[in-house]
């Protein structure tokens, strides 16, 4: 009983709100952009694992980018009428596996921090992001570039990236302290153009072979 | 008789059917032209001219009709065969233009293999990059891409090593490949004689270019191995997926100019080139392409050596509006050069090309382009009495329906 009163108090705890909106250099908005905040006062516990979605569409992997905590799970439903043979052999999780029409290949889990970077060994201009984190509170920008959390006040490490970002890391990383009830908002414009998004198909020019 | 036959009809549905299940696709596409042209006869027919349609040949042809498969054989090999029909018949009305088999194994940490065995196009076109090696710019490829079409394939073996920097999280891969063939020994042949020319009839593996039943009598057959040395080519890519493309190559087919076929004194012609070439695309469907060819062919009968150097080059300029329209112009400039008593086979030219291509629909695409080429050569003036620079225009208009499963 003390327990729940102890958990009832900490979710009613007034918490304080931070917004984070992304820009690219011409003012418009970013979406898809990883924003992770990490506590650096009071320790927190990483966020719970999710099972998360990736799917393959029109011959490119959406989201193109994904953020899930650590010990998540990610399918790869495969909703293109084609066959697709994906792989990594990024260090925080190797694997290979054939995507055929209609049957579903099981859930990869991801245990280990870090980016791993997709590609398809069929569509080579295929390639998708999972940025697996130990973050308590995570997320991609929506398509107004912004991305909210409820947190409790303390102090934090905002870290946002996006895997087409030419930006140096620095310039991406924000320390914050924040009080209760503050609603404290973070914009933040990109320096440099992105590098190009893989094309639906791939460019016409693109290897056909 | 009929049963059996019922039964292999059931054994062939089932195995389509069941190749099908295992992600096979096929792709069928119908090209028809509508072509206004004042050029005249072409290589093809055994004249000089140097687009495909002759001013004999204004109203309606058929550009291409294209039947391929691609057939997964277990998870990392697949078959591709590639069949063509081009209208102008010389050995057989339908000729396969690639047939291979290639092995693509997943890669291993950053680096990719793939290998290909059978017929196929070595990778030096930037432009032709889409199915069945044609062009999603223009009708007419560029004077070198249809070289190459006319007199070049790799029947042998190819590999290439692809340095995966993307999956590394940089913004480039590196691609190195090289090949060994055999059968190409005749190729340089026919630019010897007839020059460059602008058009999109690729020479099925094993046919001819030039029409046998023409005035001259004259065909050339780029396919045959003479004196049995294996040829070779080797080329690097630059890419930065989505912005720039830089590839360089090289190519020698090794054939000993002085060697003949013993049966029907066919030449060998030793060609060789190097090509580098470059691919920018810029914001929202702009693409920018050049490349430049550069080589010479010879052969040494009895009476001496006889040898033409040849280049080409090119410079594109696409915009794609939506997913659905694409403007493009091109500007070719080729040389024959001879050195030898006569100036047989020299030539000098140049050429623009504006195309647009809509597409409306899944399965159709229209396509306009306007073509004018202008060029002089000794053969044109001495044989058909054409001298001087001579201007040719041909405009077509092309409907192209596809049909496919996308088992891939």
Redo the contacts between chains.
């Keep these: 009983m003390a327990l729940l009163a102890a958990l009832l108090h900490t979710v009613r705890a007034p918490a304080a709100t931070i917004d984070v909106a992304v820009k690219l250099p011409d003012g418009q908005p970013l979406a898809d952009a990883v924003v992770t905040v990490q506590s650096t006062g009071k320790k927190l516990a990483p966020a719970a694992p999710i099972h998360a979605i990736m799917d393959q569409m029109h011959r490119m992997f959406v989201p193109e980018v994904l953020v899930i905590p650590v010990g998540s799970s990610v399918s790869f439903p495969n909703s293109d009428?084609?066959?697709h043979?994906i792989?990594?052999?990024?260090p925080a999780k190797r694997f290979?596996f054939?995507l055929?029409?209609g049957k579903p290949y099981p859930p990869v889990v991801f245990d280990r921090l870090g980016?791993v970077?997709l590609?398809c060994?069929?569509h080579d201009?295929m390639?998708g992001y999972i940025d697996v984190t130990d973050a308590p509170f995570y997320g991609t920008t929506d398509a107004q570039g912004t991305w909210t959390a409820e947190v409790p006040a303390g102090q934090y490490h905002i870290t946002v990236w996006h895997?087409r970002m030419r930006e140096q890391t620095p310039t991406l990383v924000r320390e914050l302290s924040i009080e209760s009830r503050d609603r404290v908002t973070l914009t933040l414009q990109l320096a440099k153009p992105m590098?190009?998004?893989?094309?639906?198909g791939g460019?016409?020019?693109?290897?056909?072979? | 008789m009929r049963r059996i036959s019922i039964r292999l009809a059931l054994c062939a549905t089932t195995a389509l059917a069941a190749s099908a299940a295992r992600g096979a696709s096929w792709e069928l596409d119908l090209d028809l032209r509508a072509v206004t042209s004042n050029a005249a006869t072409s290589v093809l027919d055994g004249g000089y001219g140097p687009v495909r349609f002759s001013e004999h040949q204004s109203g309606l042809q058929l550009g291409r009709l294209r039947l391929a498969l691609d057939t997964p054989l277990g998870e990392v090999w697949k078959l591709h065969l590639d069949a063509s029909a081009w209208g102008n018949a010389y050995r057989n009305p339908i000729g396969l233009t690639e047939a291979y088999l290639q092995f693509r194994p997943y890669p291993r940490d950053d680096l990719r293999v793939r290998v290909k065995a059978g017929a196929f196009y070595a990778p030096i076109s930037l432009e032709n990059r889409t199915g069945g090696w044609a062009s999603p710019y223009t009708l007419s490829y560029s004077a070198l891409d249809s070289w190459i079409a006319e007199e070049l394939r790799t029947i042998g073996l190819e590999a290439r090593v692809d340095w995966l920097g993307t999956r590394r999280g940089l913004p480039f891969d590196i691609d190195a490949v090289a090949g060994a063939f055999g059968w190409n020994e005749v190729a340089g042949a026919a630019l010897a004689d007839g020059g460059f020319m602008l058009d999109d009839r690729q020479t099925p593996v094993f046919d001819r270019v030039g029409e046998l039943e023409s005035g001259s009598g004259a065909y050339v057959e780029p396919f045959r191995e003479v004196d049995g040395r294996a040829g070779y080519y080797g080329g690097m890519e630059l890419h930065f997926p989505g912005r720039f493309l830089l590839t360089a190559f090289h190519y020698d087919n090794r054939a000993d100019p002085a060697s003949s076929d013993t049966v029907s004194h066919v030449l060998a012609w030793h060609t060789t080139f190097d090509s580098a070439g470059a691919r920018v695309e810029y914001g929202p469907g702009w693409t920018l392409i050049a490349q430049w060819l550069a080589g010479r062919t010879e052969i040494a009968p009895r009476a001496g050596t006889l040898e033409w150097p040849f280049n080409a080059r090119y410079m594109l300029l696409s915009r794609r509006f939506g997913s659905r329209q694409m403007l493009t112009a091109r500007y070719d400039r080729f040389e024959v050069d001879s050195r030898n008593a006569q100036a047989d086979g020299e030539e000098s030219g140049h050429a623009w090309t504006a195309a647009y291509v809509f597409d409306p629909g899944r399965s159709w695409t229209l396509t306009i382009e306007w073509l004018r080429v202008t060029s002089g050569s000794y053969n044109q003036s001495e044989y058909v009495d054409r001298p001087g620079p001579v201007t040719d225009t041909q405009v077509q208009l092309a409907v192209r329906y596809a049909l496919g499963s996308a088992g891939y």
Excluded: C, K, L, T
């Design positions: 009428s084609v066959s043979q792989y990594s052999f990024s290979q054939p055929y029409r980016v970077i590609g060994n069929i201009w390639i895997p590098r190009p998004a893989p094309m639906e460019s016409p020019s693109w290897d056909g072979y």
